[in-house]
Nanobody
Framework: QVQVVESGGGLVQAGGSLKLSCAASGPTFSIYAMGWFRQAPGKEREFVAAISRNGGNTDYADSVKGRYIISRDSAKNTVYLQMNSLKPEDTAVYYC?????????????????????WGQGTQVTVSS
């Protein structure tokens, strides 16, 4: 059973920064794409960012482009999300997700169904 553990959430003032981390552990497996999603109260879960297995392809939601940076350390099965210039509308529970079945080194999908393993979520609150 793959275990996924997130860390790094918290409370920050508008304009500040936070860095989220997410690490996977468990039986032998290969992680391909890694992604971040978020869900604000009363809203559906939405795509934030994704990175391909080889790290060469990244994708961002328009709402975070230019402010967030996704990166990965494949040797550590870890994905990061550096969040800068945070806004109150960024407040949400952030979830990381891993794809372990599609086998692509270049794919960075946006849809939740493309990911099999999910973290428990970490709260990010941005005060105005």
């Amino acid at each position: 059973q793959v275990q996924v553990v997130e860390s790094g959430g918290g409370l920050v003032q508008a304009g500040g920064s936070l860095k989220l981390s997410c690490a996977a552990s468990g039986p032998t497996f290969s992680i391909y794409a890694m992604g971040w999603f978020r869900q604000a109260p009363g809203k559906e879960r939405e795509f934030v960012a994704a990175i391909s297995r080889n790290g060469g392809n990244t994708d961002y939601a328009d709402s975070v482009k230019g402010r967030y940076i996704i990166s990965r350390d494949s040797a550590k099965n870890t994905v990061y999300l550096q969040m800068n210039s945070l806004k109150p509308e960024d407040t949400a529970v952030y979830y990381c997700a891993f794809d372990t079945t599609r086998g692509s080194y270049y794919y960075a999908p946006r849809t939740p169904r493309e990911y099999e393993h999910w973290g428990q979520g970490t709260q990010v609150t941005v005060s105005s």
